[in-house]
């Protein structure tokens, strides 16, 4: 069973930087596509930025360009999502999430199979 681990989340002010990470418990990560979700109170779950498994191709929500950035580390089998002058309205359980392969890059949180247990991101103005 693939086991997906987030950290990295916390209380912050407008403006301020974090960086996300997803410790995933595969030895061949690099085999493996990975994507960030949020979902805020209230709200449906939507995608933030996803990277393919080779790491050449990434896909980010219209929020996230210029913000944030994916990246994935399969040396360290650890995925990150680093995000910059976060805004109030960023404030939602962040999951990362993975899946094996794929001929297309992943958008859907449906085109992901494994799920970390989520990291809560609170940014006050």
């Known amino acids: 069973q693939v086991q997906l681990v987030e950290s990295g989340g916390g209380l912050v002010q407008t403006g301020d930087d974090l960086r996300l990470s997803c410790e995933i418990s595969?030895?061949?990560?690099?085999?493996?596509?990975m994507g960030w979700f949020r979902q805020a109170l209230g709200k449906e779950r939507e995608v933030v930025a996803t990277?393919?498994?080779?790491?050449?191709?990434?896909f980010y929500a219209d929020f996230a360009k210029d913000r944030f950035t994916i990246s994935k580390d399969n040396f360290k089998n650890t995925g990150f999502l680093r995000m910059n002058v976060l805004k109030p309205e960023d404030t939602a359980v962040y999951y990362c999430?993975?899946?094996?392969?794929?001929?297309?890059?992943?958008?859907?949180?449906?085109?992901?199979?494994?799920w970390g247990q989520g990291t809560q991101v609170s940014v006050s103005s």
């Open positions: 990277i393919s498994w080779g790491g050449g191709q990434t």
């Open positions: 999430a993975a899946r094996k392969y794929g001929a297309t890059l992943a958008v859907r949180s449906s085109d992901f199979d494994y």
């Open positions: 595969e030895r061949t990560f690099a085999n493996y596509a």
